[in-house]
């Protein structure tokens, strides 16, 4: 199993920028699905943004045109870069591992890192 570790949260105004990070160790990363989902108070997790290994990205509609997923493979990390960001968009986010594209299931997550985004 992935261990994974965020971070890179924060407190921002409205129409700012945030970059998060996801540390991944344990087994082989390079040829895992990586995500990103969040959670915001009283509200279920929801997806974000995943890529393939070789760096094919998926997007939700919300995170279409201001987020973009990255990885680096060579270490073990995958971004999530935030821009434009909006106060609805404050909620916790979790990096996830061991996942597919199809589904959207992952097996693997981190503890989460909050991002508040203020009017």
Do not use: H
């Not at 921002?12 to 990586?34: D, H, I, K, N, P």
């Not at 493979?73 to 960001?85: C, E, G, R, T």
């Not at 916790?92 to 203020?118: H, I, K, P």
């Amino acid at each position: 199993q992935v261990q994974l570790v965020e971070s890179g949260g924060g407190l921002v105004q409205a129409g700012g920028s945030l970059r998060l990070s996801c540390a991944a160790s344990g087994r082989t990363f390079s040829r895992s699905v990586m995500g990103w989902f969040r959670q915001a108070p009283g509200k279920e997790r929801d997806f974000v943004a995943a890529i393939s290994w070789s760096g094919a990205t998926y997007y939700a509609d919300s995170a279409k045109g201001r987020f973009t997923i990255s990885r680096e493979n060579a270490k073990n990390m995958v971004y999530l870069q935030m821009n434009s960001l909006k106060p609805e968009d404050t909620a916790v986010y979790y990096c996830a591992a061991d996942g597919s594209l199809r589904s959207l299931n992952f097996a693997s997550w981190g503890q989460g890192t909050q991002v508040t985004v203020s009017s």
